[in-house]
């Protein structure tokens, strides 16, 4: 579920905030386009949830919530919430605002969590700082170690797990859209209520124990998006290398993360089309 809410809400935030920005009279659209039926009945009904079609940075937090509704096997019928707040004079995000989006979320078998991420633009969007939170506690499934016990559906273990993840990552522009960074991870994980239906399995569940690791990384960011939140144009191209240590184990051991990702709009009909690439 996290990975497709979180999916659902960005694609909602980004149809919060496609349309602002801050100009010289503090009130103007982000991305021109032309009225029509479709987007004027999204506009009136994203309305009803304070999601306004122009951005006043006088007003300070401009606020924008939608309530969703999720169905996933693992974790049943789910309620949750997408919180997405803008803030701050765009000059200080060389166009774009600051932005807070908050994701709260819980399900009929119990799951629960909330996800926090803010990032923060200064000095004209030379500085950067993003600080991402996951605090939850999810149903989750594990067949042991190894892609041969992955592909064998009798391993098959059920649990829960609680999981604490804090990440902030600061960045700055060294030239151009290449901007050069230090982030901080801390993550703790604790298994709980394991279930399994073979009894043979106890040694596969036991390799699930509580874990918690931390560690540093540098990032290095390509970055021509016009909105790192709301992108309607733009490529990403991030690679993080870091040093973690493993404190249930006393083990250290090293971190890679890859992501690229463009984006292009379907102007003049409404829509966007992006890709995205991940490795770890």
């Given at each position: 579920?996290?990975?497709?809410?979180?999916?659902?809400?960005?694609?909602?935030?980004?149809?919060?905030?496609?349309?602002?920005?801050?100009?010289?009279?503090?009130?103007?659209?982000l991305v021109e386009h032309t009225p029509?039926?479709?987007?004027?009945?999204?506009?009136?009904?994203?309305?009803?949830?304070?999601?306004?079609?122009?951005?006043?940075?006088?007003?300070?937090?401009?606020?924008?919530?939608?309530?969703?509704?999720?169905?996933?096997?693992?974790?049943?019928?789910?309620?949750?919430?997408?919180?997405?707040?803008?803030?701050?004079?765009?000059?200080?995000?060389?166009?774009?605002?600051?932005?807070?989006?908050?994701?709260?979320?819980?399900?009929?078998?119990?799951?629960?969590?909330?996800?926090?991420?803010?990032?923060?633009?200064?000095?004209?969007?030379?500085?950067?700082?993003?600080?991402?939170?996951?605090?939850?506690?999810?149903?989750?499934?594990?067949?042991?170690?190894?892609?041969?016990?992955?592909?064998?559906?009798?391993?098959?273990?059920?649990?829960?797990?609680?999981?604490?993840?804090?990440?902030?990552?600061?960045?700055?522009?060294?030239?151009?859209?290449?901007?050069?960074?230090?982030?901080?991870?801390?993550?703790?994980?604790?298994?709980?209520?394991?279930?399994?239906?073979?009894?043979?399995?106890?040694?596969?569940?036991?390799?699930?124990?509580?874990?918690?690791?931390?560690?540093?990384?540098?990032?290095?960011?390509?970055?021509?998006?016009?909105?790192?939140?709301?992108?309607?144009?733009?490529?990403?191209?991030?690679?993080?290398?870091?040093?973690?240590?493993?404190?249930?184990?006393?083990?250290?051991?090293?971190?890679?993360?890859?992501?690229?990702?463009?984006?292009?709009?379907?102007?003049?009909?409404?829509?966007?089309?992006?890709?995205?690439?991940?490795?770890?």
């Amino acid at each position: 579920m996290r990975t497709l809410f979180a999916q659902t809400a960005l694609a909602l935030a980004c149809s919060i905030t496609t349309s602002l920005a801050l100009a010289d009279d503090h009130i103007v659209p982000l991305v021109e386009h032309t009225p029509n039926p479709t987007t004027e009945k999204l506009d009136r009904f994203l309305g009803v949830f304070g999601a306004e079609s122009e951005y006043d940075a006088d007003k300070g937090l401009n606020s924008s919530y939608i309530p969703a509704v999720f169905y996933k096997p693992e974790q049943g019928l789910g309620l949750g919430l997408l919180y997405v707040g803008l803030y701050g004079d765009p000059s200080d995000g060389a166009g774009q605002p600051s932005s807070m989006v908050i994701n709260p979320y819980a399900s009929s078998n119990g799951s629960m969590g909330i996800t926090f991420s803010n990032k923060h633009f200064y000095n004209g969007g030379d500085n950067r700082v993003y600080t991402d939170i996951k605090v939850f506690d999810d149903a989750a499934v594990y067949y042991g170690q190894g892609y041969e016990n992955g592909q064998q559906d009798g391993n098959k273990v059920d649990f829960k797990e609680q999981v604490v993840d804090v990440k902030p990552t600061w960045l700055t522009r060294v030239s151009g859209d290449y901007f050069l960074g230090l982030g901080a991870n801390v993550k703790s994980v604790r298994p709980h209520d394991k279930t399994f239906e073979n009894q043979n399995l106890g040694s596969i569940a036991n390799e699930l124990t509580d874990n918690t690791s931390y560690g540093v990384f540098v990032s290095n960011v390509f970055d021509t998006r016009d909105n790192v939140t709301n992108a309607t144009k733009g490529t990403l191209l991030q690679a993080d290398l870091g040093l973690y240590h493993d404190a249930t184990n006393s083990e250290s051991f090293g971190k890679y993360s890859l992501k690229a990702s463009q984006y292009h709009t379907l102007a003049p009909m409404p829509g966007l089309f992006a890709w995205q690439v991940q490795a770890t």
